[in-house]
């Protein structure tokens, strides 16, 4: 038999569940009934040999104080109303003849046991006899009596044999019976269970290439399910996300690029159309060379986000002494910003800040945040930049008194090409945070930005030691 996707029966969760419950419930229900049995047989055998012992007592107490003829009356009486075939009771006299004896001619062959010569006056020995000729086994107790004479008393254990034969027989039934009803339960339960598993299977095999949409609905089987539907979701929601990230960056790509070749293909046209003087086709060559510089910046810029985030940049690391690093870069900035008319101040620790990274990416990494920094802060503002130290941090933090970032562009604006509103009339190609992330995260460390629209921002790094 096979399931609709080809998998057997025999190998399906369901089917294992169910067979583990039936065979462990059987298990218990036949350790069960066994100690009821042993229980039940132990205490029969008891009863058993508790009345055969009274009895011989009491046929020697009969013998001795009333003599053989009385005996024998009291064997007749006891015999008849138990009945000839489920007791005998008989005396032998020490040679092993019988003096009184039942009714014997269904009893079939009954021996003395061997052990019973050595035995005191007194002493009995129990037996239980199987090959007597009879079907059933038979109890049999011998009582050496004074003068060496012994009585010996049997009983049939036919009843007892019939009353564990049929307790085997219904025991039998109702386990037949439990398996079966177990077995359907189990499988009921089992496959109640499994059903949530499969309405996840049942998802994924819906989600074809396009459909990214759907998500496993929850269900009520039970919290691990339903943790495993919502691990399931989220890795959706995951793939979602960097799908639509990727087109976004296709997208943007295909944007920024499509103005520059443009704009290299109008040149190309103008020279093929017309003859133009020496002058204007210089004129263009340089346009054309500004344009390929920006194109090639552009892609080399990416290429070395996509190698930083991938871990696989090789990190020229060494010891790295921030101080030096940040001041050297305010430096370089001052010219630019006063250029522009803003201050730029640094405030730096007296002492050398050591981390371990690569001096040049680092570099990039703090130009980058302060070109931003000047070119969105208007004339007449300022840029600050800081570095500090926690027990187990550079902090770097740039802060300038610029237009701010809008809350709705916050969280964007680390994404690759992503540029907010308000800088599209600024020179930029949205790449230069992702790019400080790709460098701060490849450092094992973070970036954060705190900012208000009209009043400034700063964004600050922290770099482990
Ligand atoms: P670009 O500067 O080329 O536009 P970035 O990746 O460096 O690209 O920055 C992404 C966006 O973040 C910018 O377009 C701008 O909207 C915003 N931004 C970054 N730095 C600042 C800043 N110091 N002040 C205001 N906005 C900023």
Known sequence: MSSKSGTRITRTVTFRLTLWYAALTAALVVAFLGIFFLFMTKNLGKRVDGDIRDEVRETETVYLSRGLEELRRHIDFETESEGKNRL??????PRGEVSVSSDMSTWGDIRLPSEVRDIPVGAEVMQ??????RESKVRVITRKISGGNLIQIGYNLHDDERLARRYYKSSGIL???????????????ARRAMSGVERVTHTAIGIGKTDLVSRVPMGDEGEEINNLARAFNDMLERIQGVIMELKEVTNNIAHDLRSPITRIRGIAETTMTGPLDMEEYREMAQI??????RLVGMINVMLEIAVTEAGIHDMARSEVDM??????AGEVFRPIAEDKGLSLLVNLPGE??????????????ISNLLDNAIKFTPHGGTVTLALDTNQAHAIIR??????????KDLPRIFERFYRGDQSRSTPGNGLGLSHVQAIVHAHAGEIKVES???KGSTFIVSLPF
């Open 352 to 365: 050398p800040v050591f981390v371990q990274g690569d001096r040049h990416q680092l570099q990039r990494a």
């Open 288 to 293: 054309v060379v500004e344009e390929c510089d």
């Open 452 to 454: 208000a629209p009209g």
């Open 88 to 93: 005998f009771i008989r005396m032998l006299n």
């Open 323 to 328: 101080s030096r690093l940040v001041g050297g």
């Open 175 to 189: 386990i037949v019976l439990l398996l079966g009803c177990v077995g359907v339960m189990g499988w009921f339960m």
């Open 398 to 407: 740039v802060t300038d008194t610029g237009i701010g970032i809008p809350g």
């Open 128 to 133: 239980t006899l199987s090959h007597t000729g």
